[in-house]
């Protein structure tokens, strides 16, 4: 068991995932407390990642269940093999077994497919780490058959009765706050918001997920990103995006950035017609020069101003 934030920190870190007090805390809790942690924040700065290094921190399995909008609770819980019954019950036609022995057989766990739920609550050996993304995608009707899960962990078959988990999942829950999410749901979880990382934090991610980037590079690529959060788009580049784009220049094998370049690839970055608009002829030029001075000086938040208020809205 990992006794100290410090610990977590350095584990977190030693699996690649550049981390800071407030994450590595609430980490730490989640792990102690053994409550739900929910992770908001904007789309790419590494609310996912969390819950899949825990699962390589802990050494166990990570279950994930997708959320998107109509998911049901059958989807997530379980479900019977049909296929599979509909052929036993056939076999089962040339028997004299009595009908009730014929039911319960079909109902048994060789024909119960195991969902993500159930699945997370019915590991034996050891507790796994059960991610709930993008729980803000799914219907208030799910989230209200979530907090029932959460609250005992336990989940109810009609015909088998109900599963109680053995060993408590670790569960992560995400949300890029496309909707407001219950405050029962709240209630139950800690809280953790991720924000878009700060230049040095974001410089150490690159260096660390990228191989072969060179640090004046990385320097180089984080300024202008860091540069162009500051700008009114229709979508911010996460982190994700930063590493999409380190990758494709070292894929081009370019050594600094320059206009050319970066106009040629701003679809990895920008995933939008106006925003890439945006970003035509001096007003790159403008971005380009903001993002040399952050890279060598610190952050100029007059030239960062100017640049936004030229900016059309999107």
């Not at 269940?65 to 093999?81: K, R």
């Not at 992560?172 to 979880?189: H, I, Y």
Request: proline fraction near 4%; hydrophobic fraction near 40%; charged fraction near 30%.
């Amino acid at each position: 068991m990992i006794e100290t934030i410090e610990q977590v920190r350095q584990t977190m870190e030693r699996h690649a995932y550049v981390t800071d007090p407030a994450i590595a805390t609430a980490v730490y809790l989640a792990m102690h407390l053994g409550k739900p942690i929910l992770i908001e924040g904007q789309a790419g700065v590494g609310k996912t990642e969390v819950a899949k290094v825990l699962a390589r921190v802990l050494n166990t399995e990570l279950i994930r269940l997708q959320c998107y909008e109509g998911l049901d609770a059958t989807t997530a819980h379980y479900e019977w093999n049909y296929p599979k019954q509909m052929l036993r019950i056939k076999l089962e036609e040339r028997t004299d077994r009595p009908v009730e022995e014929k039911e319960a057989l079909i109902f048994s766990l060789p024909f119960l497919l195991e969902r993500p739920l159930l699945r997370a609550i019915t590991r034996h050996d050891k507790a796994p780490v059960l991610l709930i993304d993008e729980i803000d995608r799914a219907d208030e009707e799910f989230e209200a058959f979530l907090l029932e899960v959460l609250s005992d962990f336990q989940v109810t078959i009609p015909e088998l009765g109900t599963v109680t988990a053995t060993h408590r999942p670790h569960v992560v829950l995400t949300s890029n706050r496309t909707r407001e999410l219950s405050d029962a749901l709240k209630r139950r979880c800690l809280y953790l918001w991720i924000d878009y990382p700060t230049f040095e934090k974001e410089l150490r991610i690159v260096l660390t997920k990228v191989p072969g980037a060179n640090e004046a590079l990385a320097r180089q690529i984080c300024a202008f990103v860091q540069t162009l959060r500051q700008i009114k788009l229709s979508k911010r580049p996460g982190v994700a995006e930063t590493l999409d784009w380190a990758m494709s220049l070292i894929a081009l094998h370019r050594d600094h950035l320059d206009a050319e370049t970066v106009e040629a690839t701003l679809g990895v970055i920008l995933k939008d017609r106006d925003d890439i608009r945006q970003l035509g002829g001096e007003r790159l030029g403008q971005v380009l020069a903001e993002a040399h001075t952050l890279t060598l000086d610190g952050r100029s938040p007059r030239a960062t101003e100017r640049i936004a208020a030229d900016a059309p809205s999107a």
